[in-house]
Nanobody, 129 residues
Framework: DVQLQASGGGLVQAGGSLTLSCTASGFTFDDYSIGWFRQAPGKAHEGVSCISGSDGTTYYQDSVKGRFTISSDSAKTTVHLQMKNLEPDDTAVYYC??????????????????????WGQGTQVTVSS
């Protein structure tokens, strides 16, 4: 049974940093792409960054390139999202989600992503101006 547990959200000033963590269990990490998605108030879920469990290939949404870094630990149980130079527009509930047999770019750009894969609970990130 796929289980994903997200943590690390909080309140930070613009320009600050946060690191989110997603602890994964119940599936073969190499067979999945794991991603961070977010939902801002009144908006749809959007893919922020995704990583291949097999080879570490990554994908980033244009708005976060150069500011966010996704990585997985050597044990392949946790995916981190390091967020730097945060902006108020980054304010959202952040979710980690996994889907089997999909490239990370395809997973992150999936329309209506909540209809697919396995999702953890969200963690709130609030960036004040």
């Amino acid at each position: 049974d796929v289980q994903l547990q997200a943590s690390g959200g909080g309140l930070v000033q613009a320009g600050g940093s946060l690191t989110l963590s997603c602890t994964a269990s119940g599936f073969t990490f190499d067979d999945y792409s794991i991603g961070w998605f977010r939902q801002a108030p009144g908006k749809a879920h959007e893919g922020v960054s995704c990583i291949s469990g097999s080879d570490g290939t990554t994908y980033y949404q244009d708005s976060v390139k150069g500011r966010f870094t996704i990585s997985s630990d050597s044990a392949k149980t946790t995916v981190h999202l390091q967020m730097k130079n945060l902006e108020p527009d980054d304010t959202a509930v952040y979710y980690c989600a996994a889907r089997e047999r999909i490239y990370p770019s395809a997973w992150c750009q999936r329309r209506h992503p909540t209809l697919f894969g396995s999702w953890g609970q969200g963690t709130q990130v609030t960036v004040s101006s």
